[in-house]
């Protein structure tokens, strides 16, 4: 389901910002020409773990950061792309391969956690229910779980699965930052309308939420936005001082 375009002055002000949306409020601009060192807090992360239930759940407490999109939208491909490795997380041909939780281990001790892709039909049912009781429950309970990366396919935004996986997360409290992942597939026009309306969207349907929520145009093939998804992670990592 792609939303409703936005209206004409919208689009003129995300011409002067392409490749992020933040939700109110809108944060400061850098400070131009600031000489500071580039920063890439996901590097050199280290597979850590698989949990298929809540008692496998990694201990000790460390933050951790989820990533979660439907089967086929770039998940493990904005992954990779993050942390720059090429098959950290597992790219398959086959949609839904992922059954399971993987954590990975970054030098701060912080965790990353990719869930399952979700919406894949030929899924077994069982294993599907199975996976809607454990995310929703790691979502809305796991304590250490400090954001939410969600990847969509921008072609195809907020689906009826994604609006779910905000519904169980957004009530916690903690930021959800949305990649419109493949973006390099739409034409730059088209690429500034889908951002502008997926806006409008979350505006209109978590108004009293917003200010949890950041969007931008993402493409793992050609490292578009990797720097503010980097920059996001960062932010709500280095008050927990990792």
């Known amino acids: 389901m792609v939303p409703v375009p936005a209206k004409g002055r919208r689009v003129q002000r995300m011409r002067r910002q392409p ?6 409020p809108k944060p400061r601009r850098p400070t131009a020409g600031a000489n500071l060192p580039a920063r890439h807090p996901l590097r050199h992360a280290e597979f850590l773990i698989t949990a298929a239930d809540w008692p496998q759940l990694p201990a000790g407490g460390a933050p951790e950061v989820a990533f979660a999109g439907r089967s086929n939208a770039g998940k493990s491909s904005a992954i990779n792309a993050l942390t720059q490795r090429t098959r950290l997380a597992f790219v398959s041909k086959t949609p839904g391969r992922t059954q399971h939780i993987n954590f990975f281990r970054l030098p701060s001790g912080a965790l990353l956690a990719d869930l399952p892709g979700y919406g894949y039909a030929e899924v077994p049912a069982a294993m599907r229910r199975h996976w ?18 969600l990847i969509m396919d921008a072609r195809h935004p907020l689906t009826e699965l994604d609006s779910q996986m905000l519904d ?48 931008q145009l993402f493409s793992a093939t050609r490292r578009l936005g990797v720097a503010e998804a980097e920059r996001a992670v960062e932010s709500w990592l280095a008050p927990l001082g990792t």
């Open 19 to 24: 490749d992020k949306r933040r939700i109110v």
């Open 132 to 149: 809607q009781r454990f995310i929703a429950r790691y979502l809305a309970e796991r304590a250490p779980l400090i954001g939410l990366v």
């Open 168 to 215: 169980w997360f957004l009530p916690s409290g903690r930021p959800v930052h949305i990649l419109l992942a493949k973006c390099d597939k739409l034409a730059t026009g088209e690429q500034r309308r889908v951002l502008d309306a997926v806006y409008e969207a979350l505006t209109e349907s978590y108004g009293g939420r917003t200010a949890q929520i950041a969007v």
